[in-house]
C-alpha cells in the first residue's frame, strides 16, 4: 500500500513566467507612442479580458511586440 500512496503524490505546478506587472491600454499607448489607447486595444495582440470592459497587457509581451514591429534601418 505504500508503494501506492508514493505514486500518487501530490507535485505543485511550476511557477509562472515572470512578464511584468499588467498595463493600462493607456500606458500601453505611451510605450508605442503617437497612438490612442482605442487602437491599442483594437490592435495590439496578447490581451487579458478580465471583464466586459477591462483589458491588460503583461509589459514584458508589448515590449517583444514592439520590438518585432520596428524595422531594421537601413546600414550605410
Given at each position: 500500500?505504500?508503494a ?37 486595444r483594437r490592435?495590439?495582440p496578447?490581451k487579458?479580458?478580465?471583464g ?16 518585432s ?8
Amino acid at each position: 500500500m505504500t508503494a501506492r500512496r508514493s505514486a500518487l503524490r501530490f507535485r505543485p505546478p511550476a511557477a509562472p513566467v515572470d512578464r511584468g506587472p499588467l498595463l493600462t491600454p493607456e500606458q500601453v499607448a505611451e510605450l508605442v507612442g503617437g497612438v490612442s489607447p482605442a487602437w491599442i486595444r483594437r490592435t495590439v495582440p496578447g490581451k487579458l479580458v478580465l471583464g466586459q470592459r477591462t483589458v491588460r497587457w503583461y509589459r514584458d509581451d508589448v515590449l517583444r511586440w514592439i520590438a518585432s514591429r520596428q524595422v531594421a534601418s537601413p546600414t550605410e
